[in-house]
């Protein structure tokens, strides 16, 4: 009675609860990285660096927007790059999610299966 108690918490509300949690971790990972506010704010100044509108003349108002602009391009870069960095760790997470709840699935059999190999005479 006591390990069809188990195998029911381990297939029923175990499972659930390991899904949910590891659910739980890929939107923290997705939370760290906040895409869509890098997406939102992705030609924003670098730093909020932005030059004023220079003075009266046309080259110290050409000088501010290029400073303005390379700011720019600093910050797209930049947020391009955590966008790409946090994709990746973020499918990481998801395969390393779906590889977890798998082996939640078979892990109570992995001593039979060692047994019944041992039985067998399988060496590594």
Avoid: E
Avoid at 28 to 35: E, P, Q
Avoid at 85 to 90: A, F, L, P, S
């Amino acid at each position: 009675m006591f390990l069809v108690g188990i195998f029911q918490w381990w297939y029923g509300a175990g499972w659930v609860r390991h899904a949910r949690r590891s659910y739980v971790g890929i939107l923290r990972t997705a939370d760290v990285f906040s895409l869509a506010l890098l997406l939102k704010t992705l030609f924003n100044p670098f730093k909020q660096i932005s030059a004023g509108g220079g003075g009266a003349s046309f080259p110290a108002q050409f000088q501010a927007f290029l400073d303005r602009l390379f700011s720019r391009a600093v910050g797209a870069t930049i947020r391009s790059l955590t966008i790409l960095i946090g994709m990746v760790v973020i499918s990481a997470r998801a395969v390393w999610t779906l590889c977890s709840i798998a082996l939640w699935t078979i892990l109570p059999f992995v001593p039979l299966i060692g047994v019944a190999l041992w039985l067998s005479g399988v060496t590594v």
